[in-house]
Structures are given as structure tokens and as C-alpha cells.
């Protein structure tokens, strides 16, 4: 599995970015995708995930700024994040895992840069 981040950049406090991420070859009917982030000497921390149904989580630091969405016809997640903070800088990662079990994937990470 192979997931196709992009979408970050260098945007200014208040400022909104989305991000996208691409799993082509997977059935999306089978898979939960989401994001993480890892901000410089952090652990990786969840942001959001959505699963096939369209249920979601999100983590309590981003939730009211930022929704997650999917494109189930090509198995493509979303993450539109409003309102940066300077917090919010990170890399971020896409993630799938099959509902059936076994290890998840993760992207190559996209760099959020939150800064005036």
C-alpha cells in the first residue's frame, strides 16, 4: 500500500490549508484512513480519522478547526484545517488500516509550517 500525501505548507496564524491523501488500489468499503502528526521531539499523535461508514474521531486539539472527509470512489482522505495555530506545526502523516486487522500504512508526512 502506498499513500500519496500533499497539500502542506507555510501559512500564517488563522490561516487554512487541506491536506489530501491518495490509496490507490485499496477498496475504501475495507479501510479506515486518517492523520497523525509529530511535531519536533513528540511522539506521533492521532488528529482524525474516518471510517468507511463516516464515523469520526478527532483529537480535542483540533476539533472545531479542522474536519476530515473522504472520496470513497477513489479512496482519498481529506483534512481541511482552519484557523492554524502555531501549535498546529508539525508533519503529518496519512494512515489506512483494513478493518480486518493486521498493520497499518502510513504516508511520507507533509510539513505544516504555522508561522507570521
Known amino acids: 500500500v502506498q499513500l500519496q500525501a500533499s497539500g502542506g505548507g507555510l501559512v500564517q496564524p488563522g490561516g487554512s490549508l487541506r491536506l489530501s491523501c491518495a490509496a490507490p488500489?485499496?477498496?475504501?468499503?475495507?479501510?479506515?484512513m486518517g492523520w497523525y502528526r509529530q511535531a519536533p521531539g513528540k511522539q506521533r499523535d492521532l488528529i482524525s480519522t474516518?471510517?468507511?461508514?463516516?464515523?469520526?474521531r478527532y483529537s480535542q486539539l483540533v476539533m472545531d478547526r479542522f474536519t476530515i472527509s473522504r472520496d470513497n470512489t477513489n479512496n482519498t482522505v481529506y483534512l481541511q484545517m482552519n484557523d492554524l495555530k502555531p501549535e498546529d506545526t508539525a508533519v503529518y502523516y496519512c494512515?489506512?488500516?483494513?478493518?480486518?486487522?493486521?498493520?497499518?500504512?502510513w504516508g511520507q508526512g507533509t510539513q505544516v509550517t504555522v508561522s507570521s
Open positions: 474516518m471510517t468507511p461508514t463516516g464515523i469520526t
Open positions: 494512515y489506512l488500516a483494513y478493518l480486518t486487522g493486521g498493520p497499518g500504512y
Open positions: 488500489g485499496t477498496a475504501s468499503r475495507v479501510t479506515v
